[in-house]
């Protein structure tokens, strides 16, 4: 892979961190600032979400970019 496809694959990876970090954000703020409403279950399927995009970003991680041939 080159070099600009490992910068492109990095910044995939910093987005969907980003992503990540701002998903459990909302969670906890629903978790705690909201009562009676499915608060926690609304919080807890945020944060399946979040746990599905680690998911994704722990495979974009395995990938052996040394064996990766761009078109």
Do not use: P
């Not at 701002?22 to 807890?44: L, Y």
């Amino acid at each position: 892979m080159s070099a600009n496809g490992q910068h492109d694959l990095y910044y995939i990876k910093q987005e969907l961190q980003d992503i990540i970090n701002e998903i459990e954000s909302i969670a906890a703020g629903i978790d705690r600032s909201f009562e009676g409403i499915g608060n926690e279950k609304c919080a807890a399927k945020l944060n399946q979400i979040a746990d599905h995009y680690r998911g994704v970003k722990r495979k974009l991680s395995n990938i052996d970019t040394s064996k990766v041939k761009e078109a």
